[in-house]
């Protein structure tokens, strides 16, 4: 604890005399001044002791006394020390009435007491308190490293809410609660997490003190990790503002977390390098490779049915520059996945491939549940990332179906082909089964394909433009009964051998044979295309 005027009033060399303000003698003292001037506001900065012997003071006059007093509670002076028998044999009646009336301690020094020996008593009282704090810290560092050494972050957090007096809670990249010590801080630590996103919006290292759930405690949150967005969060909740002592702790647990958190960059970039390896062994039909190369790493991953994810950013590699806002496009999805399988225990590949990701991903895991959850976010409008001035960055991504290791070039593929149609159809993300298992016409719609449709039927709709004929309703009841003429002709209303005639007129005007396949398949896509009713 910091010197109080108490602690100075029973200190035994000083033979202080408490004259007024005997309430208030438990308030602490920051620093012991003197100083003689009828003014000396200007020169306080609060929680000082000030000394005088009114040498430059009418002591004696109440009016004077009472604006001296006001103005030195003002600035914050906590105490006022008057040496007797230097200008006063005592203490004036006028100053002690003064000190009473405004609640301001005031302190009889005897003669035989320097300024300078209660000056010296403040000074070591600070650096003696200052001394327990700085050992308390490093107790307290050598307690968190041991716990978060021995037990994880679980153990860390308890060490740390013993030490502050409080509790403590660990947010992971996505804002969700991760631990939480003691465990009954779970509900308060959950009711914080829009706090807690407000804060990752920040660039790291970023903090914030807000007042707890039902203003129960003082909260103070903290972004944990080295990179320009935090990986996490840790929240400390108590009952008051810390002290120096749990402030060290605070922050040699903020520095333990983000060590535990944030993996080092070179070994993160040594398990890309064997994550691209393990997924480029895959792609080339070696999967006793991968599953070698990937040891415990990916190995339980490559054992049960996965999938594959590739994403990359709506904007398009060939389109422009890859930009930072393509780059948090991509970052964000990466922690949103991590993330989630970190909380499941799941193992998950991730592959950097220039402007595109690559993922593999358990199969019904919670990986690929948040990719999902984070690309309808997005398609909601409720979850755009970051983007840079002049960029609208946003994701398209391609999930293939349930593979093992043997098809997984079939699942890359797969994922590819759904990236191109949720491109295509301006969507954030498509299933490959959704393609599978629907209908080929919605990919009609493509742009390319209605120019080829226009340019086939053109010379058709240009001739029934003229009332010669309707050669174009006369394909498409044709072509819907699979060249049966009566059953055509009856849907028409003609004759079938009106209908015979028209298809050779088709014919003659197309260039094309009727009786080859994929004429009539081209020919029927090109109606669909065009008209698809």
């Not at 970052?331 to 590949?349: H, M, P, Q």
């Amino acid at each position: 604890m910091p010197p109080t005027l108490a602690s100075l009033v029973h200190h035994s060399a000083l033979k202080l005399t408490v004259r007024a303000g005997e309430d208030r003698l438990d308030v602490p003292v920051r620093w012991a001044h003197v100083s003689e001037l009828a003014d000396p506001v200007p020169y306080m900065e609060g929680g000082e002791l000030l000394l005088i012997t009114a040498l430059k003071l009418d002591a004696e006059d109440p009016e004077a006394m009472r604006r001296y007093v006001k103005r030195l509670v003002g600035a914050g002076v906590v105490g006022l020390g008057f040496a007797v028998g230097v200008n006063y044999d005592e203490i004036p009646k006028a100053l002690v009435d003064a000190a009473e009336e405004e609640g301001l301690p005031l302190l009889e020094v005897p003669r035989r007491t320097p300024f300078l020996a209660i000056s010296k008593a403040v000074s070591a009282a600070i650096a003696a308190d200052q001394y327990r704090a700085v050992t308390a810290g490093f107790a307290a560092q050598r307690e968190l490293t041991k716990q978060a050494l021995n037990a994880g972050p679980e153990g860390l957090l308890g060490a740390l809410a013993t030490q502050v007096d409080g509790w403590a809670a660990l947010y992971d990249a996505s804002g969700a609660v991760v631990a939480t010590a003691p465990e009954w801080a779970g509900r308060r630590a959950g009711r914080l997490t829009a706090d807690v996103e407000r804060l990752r919006e920040r660039s790291a290292p970023a903090s914030s003190v807000v007042g707890g759930p039902d203003n129960e405690d003082r909260v103070e949150l903290h972004s944990l990790g080295t990179g320009r967005r935090p990986r996490a969060a840790l929240a400390v909740g108590t009952a008051a503002a810390l002290g120096t002592a749990e402030r060290y702790a605070v922050h040699s647990a903020i520095a333990l977390l983000t060590l535990t958190t944030e993996r080092s960059r070179s070994l993160h970039a040594a398990e890309q390098r064997v994550g691209a390896a393990v997924l480029r062994m895959l792609l080339a039909g070696e999967p006793d490779h991968a599953r070698a190369v990937a040891g415990d790493l990916y190995g339980g991953l490559l054992d049960a049915p996965f999938r594959m994810i590739v994403a990359e950013s709506a904007s398009g590699t060939a389109a422009r520059a890859h930009t930072e806002a393509d780059a948090d496009a991509l970052g964000e999805i990466v922690e949103a996945v991590e993330s989630a399988a970190a909380r499941a225990g799941e193992a998950v590949l991730v592959v950097p491939e220039g402007e595109r990701l690559v993922v593999l991903a358990a199969d019904g895991g919670a990986a690929v549940a948040a990719c999902a959850a984070y690309a309808a976010a997005l398609e909601a409008g409720r979850a755009v990332p970051e983007q840079a001035a002049g960029d609208e960055a946003e994701l398209v991504v391609g999930l293939s179906a349930p593979v093992g290791p043997i098809a997984a070039a079939a699942a890359y593929k797969q994922a590819e082909q759904a990236l191109s149609v949720a491109r295509r159809r301006g969507r954030v993300l498509v299933e490959h089964e959704q393609l599978a298992t629907g209908s080929v016409l919605p990919l009609l719609a493509d742009d390319a394909v209605k120019a080829f449709a226009d340019g086939l039927l053109r010379a058709l709709h240009e001739h029934d433009a003229t009332g010669r004929g309707d050669l174009v309703a006369s394909l498409r009841a044709w072509l819907s009964r699979h060249g049966q003429w009566d059953a055509a002709a009856a849907d028409l209303g003609v004759h079938r051998h009106t209908l015979r005639y028209r298809m050779r007129r088709v014919e003659e005007i197309l260039g094309r044979s009727l009786d080859d396949p994929d004429v009539r398949m081209e020919l029927w896509l090109a109606l669909k295309a065009t008209s698809p009713e």
